[in-house]
């Protein structure tokens, strides 16, 4: 009452002043946010696990050329497929290992300025991870974790990986196989089933754990050097400095149940799995449970924790060679989720994620631009659909 009198004595070009603020508030709605935008320009030191993180991407003087993969790539080729490395044949195991070894010896030895280094890998996720990069014009700092940008820069990060391991061995048929550590059972072969395999697969994979390769990381935890210890999936941010050691009875269930948490309750709508939105003047996301997809959180976290050495840190992550085993898998399970039953289970169609983009280098050393758009079917970076038998599902 004592509001509308002190209207009422206002003056009343006054009060034709507030009736048009007013309508302009309610009337005209907020300006739409945009997609994020990468660009390496004004990189700043970054900033995870207490400390400062410089982790730029080399200087480039070159144009920006987008990457359109209904361009570049041969669609009357046959898919390549990505498959389980506990399912390879020993001839096959052989001759994979042979081809990781040659490749990342000629990786780790180009110059650290070399963009398709794998130090620069390093940088590169570094960079995308830990804040060094800004939304264009702004200081809000970025970061690819914890929204629904995660899932699909892992993908494009794989795949421009991909390809500088098939340029450097001169196979362009290459693949690389995945470290299927959600499967956590050896089960007998059903009679109706053509194909397929059926071997566990939570043991770091023996191809990244001989010495004498350039795909071994001696600084992983002793953990995954243990050939009968399967990776723990329910470790927690608590557990990182002191990781509990639970033998296989005591994981293989956890196991069980964190993917089933992950893959079938959080991650039974597009927001639990994907993970919350994020768009231009958002700041960076640094709470996993605020915004994070429900594997990325659990499961895929937690493997890199366990393993642990640079690969349970984001800033030295991907200076790994299992780090692209790893988040192979996480590519294949995210594809996989849109078939798992009981829920009306797709990708965001928001425009602001559609639209965001990435900067990658590719096999040539150039710097290509990607979208989220061009990511979503896994058939149009030429790769064929992977479904694979688990337990977890049927809980």
């Given amino acids: 009452m004592a509001a509308i009198q002190f209207y009422s004595a206002l003056p009343g070009l006054v009060q034709l002043m507030i009736i048009f603020t007013w309508m302009v508030v309610i009337l005209i709605p907020p300006s739409a946010a945009a997609p994020i935008q990468i660009t390496f320009e004004g990189c700043i030191p970054g ?26 790539l041969n669609s ?35 110059p650290e300025d070399d963009p398709r280094s794998l130090y620069q890998h390093c940088i590169l996720h570094c960079a995308y991870g830990t804040g060094a990069l800004v939304q ?33 061995l001169e196979d362009p048929e290459f693949s690389l196989h995945f470290w299927n550590w959600d499967n956590g059972a050896t089960v007998r072969k059903p009679n109706s089933s053509d194909g397929g395999c059926y071997k566990v697969g939570h043991f770091v994979p023996q191809v990244y754990n001989d010495s004498s390769t350039a795909q071994y990381e001696a600084k992983r935890s002793y953990r995954a050097f243990m050939s009968d210890l399967p990776v723990d999936l329910s470790m927690i941010p608590e557990e990182r400095a002191d990781p509990p050691l639970r033998t296989a009875d005591v994981v293989v269930p956890r196991n069980v149940a964190s993917m089933y948490v992950a893959m079938m309750l959080n991650g039974s709508t597009t927001r639990g799995f994907i993970g919350g939105e994020y768009r231009v003047g958002d700041t960076q996301v640094l709470d996993p449970l605020t915004r994070g997809g429900s594997l990325e959180v659990r499961g895929h ?67 290509r ?27």
Avoid: M
């Fill in 301 to 367: 976290a937690s493997a890199h924790w366990w393993v642990g050495g640079p690969l349970g840190l984001v800033p030295t992550s991907a200076s790994d060679p299992l780090f692209f085993a790893h988040h192979s898998n996480v590519d294949r399970l995210w594809n996989n989720w849109h078939n798992l039953p009981g829920a009306e289970r797709k990708d965001y169609d928001d425009p602001d994620f559609l639209n965001a983009e990435y900067l990658f280098w590719d096999e040539t050393a150039t710097l």
């Fill in 47 to 72: 900033f995870a696990d207490n400390e400062t993180q410089y982790c730029c991407p080399p200087k480039y003087n070159g144009t920006i050329v987008d990457f359109i993969p209904e361009k570049e």
């Fill in 76 to 110: 009357s080729k046959p898919l390549r497929v990505r498959k389980a490395l506990q399912c390879l044949s020993e001839k096959e195991q052989l001759e994979y290992k042979a081809k990781l070894d040659r490749a990342y010896t000629i990786l780790r030895n180009l």
């Fill in 136 to 168: 264009p014009g702004t200081n809000i700092t970025i970061d690819i974790h914890f929204s629904w940008l995660f899932y699909p820069f892992q993908r494009w990060f794989v795949f421009f990986h991909e390809r500088i391991l098939q340029n450097v």
């Fill in 369 to 395: 631009r990607v979208n989220v758009r061009d990511s979503l079917s896994i058939e149009v970076l030429a790769l064929e659909e992977v479904h694979f038998p688990t337990r977890w599902n049927k809980v």
